[in-house]
């Protein structure tokens, strides 16, 4: 079973692809996601192991209710609101977030 994290935009990707140290699938809603392309992501990742790492704002919250609804064995990682957005929060956090979810990260980021 492949881990697969799902984030808002590729900037969220990007950072997390640096603190990951397994092959681990990213992939980005763009902030929204049509029934159309949730339907898909649904049929696609039905076997794999999904976590969810939104904003803290409130698109954030929006596409992480959606996920709980549509998608309700997907995994939350949250980071701490005060950094609003997971692009902004620091590496050593989104290390420990991760980490906490068991997902491997390089060590240099803890």
């Known amino acids: 079973m492949e881990k697969v994290i799902i984030v808002e935009g590729m900037t969220d990707k990007k950072k997390i692809l640096q603190v ?14 049509g029934i159309e392309r949730l339907d898909e992501l649904l049929d696609e990742l039905f076997d794999e192991d999904v976590y969810i790492l939104v904003d803290a704002d409130e698109a954030g919250e929006r596409l992480r209710k959606m996920f709980k609804r549509e998608f309700p064995e997907a995994k939350h990682i949250y980071i701490d609101k005060m950094y609003r957005e997971v692009a902004a929060a620091p590496f050593t956090h989104l290390a420990s977030v991760l980490l906490q979810a068991n997902i491997s990260v390089h060590e240099k980021f803890l």
């Not at 990951?20 to 929204?32: L, M, Q, R």
């Open 20 to 33: 990951i140290n397994e092959p681990v699938e990213v992939i980005c809603t763009y902030g929204t996601l």
